[in-house]
């Protein structure tokens, strides 16, 4: 089965994400600045970077190495256009994190917002914890189930439809279980809310040392 993820315009995913019903973009680039100035990493690896949201964020000043990961080669092209000479030490790779080898030195902080839903979880967090340094950090944004709210919104952009089959939900309990297989250990983590009633977990993980 192709994976949808392919096929989907950026224009579209960028609008959709957008929009004040879902307002999702803002949320996610917000978190990764959280976790730019809270780790001040002098290397990091967006994974699922899509056109680079976030990037702007990013302070040459401290992080000095930038991987924007992405199974899209369409959305490669396009984050690389928009950043490349004003990001420092930008690199971006074409991969599928569950079954792609991650050909990159590893770095101190991992950044994975609305991934985990879409791979599987114990292939990933596997090459995620050879791209992370040990003591490094992974952060992680996951939808939360919720009975009353669609997993993928509606919205004009048709083409976002496509996810739904292929869409899992994970709890942060079983992220965390996981995640702990693969040598992240749990350090805190935390509940947002958005206006559309959808919530996600921020989760914050160390990789062991060894």
């Not at 315009?9 to 959709?16: F, G, I, K, R």
Request: with cysteine; net charge negative.
């Amino acid at each position: 089965m192709r994976n949808p993820w392919l096929d989907i315009p950026l224009a579209d995913y960028e609008s959709h994400m957008s929009m004040p019903a879902i307002d999702q973009a803002d949320m996610l680039a917000a978190q990764f600045s959280d976790a730019l100035l809270r780790f001040s990493p002098e290397a990091v690896a967006v994974i699922g970077c899509a056109g680079g949201n976030g990037f702007d964020k990013i302070d040459p000043a401290v992080t000095r190495r930038v991987v924007g990961v992405d199974i899209n080669p369409g959305y490669i092209v396009a984050a690389s256009s928009r950043f490349e000479g004003s990001v420092p030490g930008l690199e971006f790779h074409v991969a599928d994190i569950q079954s792609d080898p991650l050909a990159f030195e590893p770095v101190d902080l991992v950044y994975a917002a609305l991934v985990f839903e879409y791979v599987s979880l114990p292939e990933s967090l596997g090459r995620l914890s050879g791209a992370c340094r040990p003591g490094g950090r992974l952060v992680t944004v996951l939808q939360m189930p919720s009975q009353d709210i669609h997993a993928v919104s509606p919205s004009p952009y048709r083409s976002i439809q496509a996810l739904v089959p292929c869409m899992r939900l994970v709890s942060p309990e079983e992220f965390a279980g996981r995640a702990a297989t693969a040598g992240f250990l749990l350090e805190s983590g935390k509940t947002l809310v958005l206006r559309s009633g959808k919530q996600f977990a921020v989760q914050m993980y160390r990789r062991a040392d060894g």
